[in-house]
C-alpha cells in the first residue's frame, strides 16, 4: 500500500492553461506539504497543511491555490501556468509539526511547453 | 529562519571508498536533522536522523552526528557500492517546515 500517492506521474501541458495535481495520504498523520524540485534539484518548500489548514505558503504566486478537503488529502490547482513553472512537484506528510521524518510522494513532473 | 548549507557535487568515488558529504545548518531552537536519499525518478527517502545533539543516526552503513557546537551533522559510509549511487539531501527540520540542502549527487564507479 503506497503511503503517499500523487498523480498524475507525468503532466505535459500548454502555456496558459489551468491543471491540478492530487495527493492523498493513508499514514493518519495531519500536516501535508507541496515542494517544487528545480531542474537543479533544489527543493523548496511552497505549503504545509495542518488538519485542512494552511499554515505556511511560502510567497508562492496565488496562481497556485492548495486545497484540502480533509487532512488525508492536499491537492495542487495551478492556474495559467508558465514556463517557469516547469518542475517536479513532490507531496510529503508527517506526523507531527516537523520533527519526525516527513514520507514523499513519487512525485509529478509538469512541463509547460 | 533555518538554512541548510551542504557540499556541492557531484562526488565521483571508486566502489569501496570512504564517502563524506559535509552539511551544517543554522536554526533557532532545537532542529532535527535528516539525510535523505533520492534514487532517479522517486521521492526523496529518510536514509536517517537525529534529534538532540551528540546524537548518531545510522542506517544501511551509513552515519552521522548531531553536532551542536560546530553545527554539523556529516554523511559518512565506510564503503560505498555502486548501488549508493543517488542524490543525498541534508534537512534541518522547523514548525511546520522542512529545509532542504541542494542536494549531492554521488557517483560510485565499479
Known amino acids: 500500500d503506497t503511503a503517499v500517492s500523487q498523480t498524475p506521474k507525468y503532466l505535459v501541458t500548454q502555456m496558459g492553461n489551468d491543471k491540478s495535481i492530487k495527493c492523498e495520504q493513508n499514514?493518519?498523520?495531519?500536516?501535508m506539504y507541496w515542494y517544487k524540485q528545480d531542474s537543479k534539484k533544489f527543493l523548496k518548500i511552497m505549503f504545509s497543511?495542518?488538519?485542512?489548514?494552511?499554515?505556511i505558503n511560502e510567497t508562492v504566486p496565488n496562481r497556485f491555490s492548495p486545497k484540502s478537503p480533509d487532512k488525508a488529502h492536499l491537492n495542487l490547482h495551478i492556474n495559467s501556468l508558465e514556463l517557469g513553472d516547469s518542475a517536479v512537484y513532490f507531496c510529503?506528510?508527517?506526523?507531527?509539526?516537523?520533527?519526525?521524518?516527513?514520507?514523499f510522494g513519487s512525485g509529478t513532473q509538469l512541463s509547460v511547453l | 529562519g533555518n538554512s541548510v548549507t551542504q557540499m556541492e557535487g557531484p562526488v565521483t568515488l571508486s566502489e569501496e571508498a570512504f564517502l563524506t558529504i559535509n552539511c551544517t545548518y543554522t536554526?533557532?531552537?532545537?532542529?532535527?536533522l535528516f539525510w535523505y536519499v533520492q534514487y532517479p525518478g522517486e521521492g526523496l527517502q529518510l536514509l536517517l536522523k537525529?534529534?538532540?545533539?551528540?546524537d548518531k543516526g545510522s542506517n544501511k552503513g551509513f552515519e552521522a552526528t548531531y553536532r551542536k557546537e560546530t553545527t554539523s551533522f556529516h554523511l559518512e559510509k565506510g564503503s560505498v557500492q555502486v548501488s549508493d549511487s543517488a542524490v543525498y539531501f541534508c534537512?534541518?527540520?522547523?514548525?511546520?517546515?522542512?529545509?532542504f540542502g541542494t542536494g549531492t549527487r554521488l557517483k560510485v564507479l565499479a
Open positions: 510529503a506528510s508527517s506526523q507531527d509539526s516537523g520533527y519526525e521524518k516527513l514520507f
Open positions: 499514514l493518519g498523520h495531519d500536516t
Open positions: 497543511y495542518n488538519n485542512k489548514e494552511l499554515i
Open positions: 536554526a533557532t531552537g532545537y532542529p532535527s
Open positions: 537525529a534529534t538532540k545533539a551528540d
Open positions: 534537512a534541518c527540520s522547523g514548525t511546520y517546515k522542512y529545509i
